[in-house]
């Protein structure tokens, strides 16, 4: 993976790998809906051919893991005090594995430490004595996962989000955002970011929020790793800068 520093801190967001182009926060690199001319929203970058994912259609009161849909709807339950309100997730559209909850998690890392398991989709925060909080997410798809230790950065909520001029030749509708979208429940980094570095340099990469619960156990990024809004301002609240960051092979 080859690394570059960032210009213009918080509007270069083109990832570089080996010899791809990627871009930080678009998930796929499919062209907006054609039924939807002139539209440019979330969804188009988020997904492009990849918005056709079904739900998985989960049924049932309790989970394998013993959260019961209730509580489930509590935990991803609308965020009305914030910046841009945020809305509950439907629950029903996330297999229940990828719910918040704390697990047994043997690591040899301090406490805080973030790792990001792309094979599993999960993201864990150690918090010590062989337990972690485990989060479900969505990873990098294929070509685009990478592995390796960073720490955090840098963090920002509701960040501002500029398309690089890769995505706007691709995607012309773009182009009104040249000069950054503002924050918002629009913008595809959503209400939390963190930005990963190694070495001083800007990695490219970062762990940001997602409200599209049917992303959640894929692998569709360009290599960025993506948590529900709820789960990642949970994590964004414990992590301060320069928390290491260990991105296992996936």
């Given amino acids: 993976m080859a690394l570059i520093e960032q210009q213009n801190m918080g509007n270069s967001e083109i990832m570089i790998m080996d010899r791809g182009i990627a871009d930080a926060g678009e998930i796929d690199e499919g062209a907006l809906p054609a039924s939807r001319p002139g539209l440019l929203d979330r969804r188009s970058f988020l997904f492009g051919s990849a918005a056709g994912l ?4 989960l049924a049932g009161c309790v989970t394998s893991d013993g959260m019961s849909r209730a509580e489930a709807e509590k935990l991803y339950g609308p965020l009305p005090q914030e910046k841009f309100p945020i809305p509950a997730v439907d629950v029903s559209k ?4 990828y719910y918040r909850r704390t697990v047994r998690y043997d690591s040899n890392e301090a406490p805080g430490t973030i790792i ?3 094979g599993n989709y999960y993201v864990y925060r150690v918090e010590g004595d062989g337990n972690a909080t485990r989060y479900g997410a969505n990873v990098g798809r294929e070509g685009f ?6 720490y955090v950065g840098r ?3 509701w960040p501002i ?3 690089p001029k890769e995505m ?3 995607q012309p509708e773009a182009r009104k955002y040249a000069g950054g979208m503002p924050g918002g429940l629009d913008n595809p980094l959503g209400a939390r970011t963190l930005y990963l570095y190694q070495n001083g340099v800007y990695t490219l990469y970062t762990i940001y929020s997602t409200s599209d619960p049917e992303t959640i156990g894929s692998g569709i990024t360009s290599g960025c790793t993506g948590l529900l809004s709820q789960d990642m301002i949970d994590l964004y ?3 301060p800068v320069k928390t290491k960051v260990v991105v296992l092979p996936a």
């Fill in 94 to 97: 996330i297999d229940p594995k």
């Fill in 145 to 150: 996962l990478w592995s390796g230790n960073a």
């Fill in 161 to 163: 989000w500029t398309p």
């Fill in 237 to 239: 609240s414990r992590t």
């Fill in 168 to 170: 706007i030749q691709r």
């Fill in 116 to 118: 990001v398991d792309p």
């Fill in 54 to 57: 079904s739900a998985l259609g």
């Fill in 155 to 157: 963090k920002a909520e």
